[in-house]
């Protein structure tokens, strides 16, 4: 079974000053596992910007269809948003990772022993409400690849996987660059 995890946040202010601040919690803990909402197959990053805050039927908007296109072993799918043309592909998220849903649950005053450095003022708590393993991102103009800026950014996970891997004696022993820097 996976773990479960809570975290405690703090931000750096983005007021002038260094005061105030944003300190928090993300719970990614499901409270009823049969209740939790699967988002995978239902995510999309556009290559816009809307705003936009609430319930909207996009359903009745964004209508994604599968092309006879594919890239890089990818189906591509084609939408059109606001009368603009839109090329798609369908990334699963690394092994061993999942995406969040979270609600700020925002409350002022003191947060359970986590204070900023005036001891008072904005508390945070996340709230995971969905989840998902896979999105689909969009691109305007050219056909998604693996070259694009997102699917890029996913081999990062494989470098911080590496960086924060725990070292065994045994590994340290048999490093002779180790062996001749300790020397």
């Not at 039927?57 to 269809?65: A, E």
């Not at 690394?94 to 022993?113: A, C, D, I, T």
């Not at 001891?119 to 708590?125: D, I, L, T, V, Y």
Request: hydrophobic fraction near 30%.
């Amino acid at each position: 079974m996976e773990e479960e995890k809570s975290f405690g946040v703090s931000t750096p202010d983005s007021t002038i000053g260094g005061r105030g601040g944003v300190t928090g919690t993300i719970d990614l803990r499901r409270r009823d596992p049969l209740s939790a909402v699967d988002l995978t197959d239902r995510v999309h990053l556009l290559p816009c910007s809307i705003k936009h805050d609430g319930p909207c039927p996009v359903s009745h908007y964004f209508k994604p269809k599968k092309t006879d296109v594919v890239v890089d072993g990818s189906s591509v799918e084609e939408a059109y948003f606001r009368g603009r043309k839109l090329q798609g592909i369908t990334v699963p998220l690394p092994e061993g990772y999942r995406g969040y849903v979270l609600e700020n649950k925002k409350k002022s005053g003191k947060g359970k022993g986590l204070e900023n450095s005036e001891g008072e003022g904005e508390f945070s708590r996340w709230v995971s409400r969905a989840e998902f393993r896979n999105l689909t991102y969009w691109n305007h103009d050219i056909v998604p690849s693996s070259d694009d800026p997102l699917v890029r950014s996913f081999h990062w996970f494989s470098v911080a996987d590496a960086l924060h891997k725990p070292v065994t004696a045994e590994e340290m022993s048999s490093t002779s660059t180790f062996q001749d820097w300790k020397g």
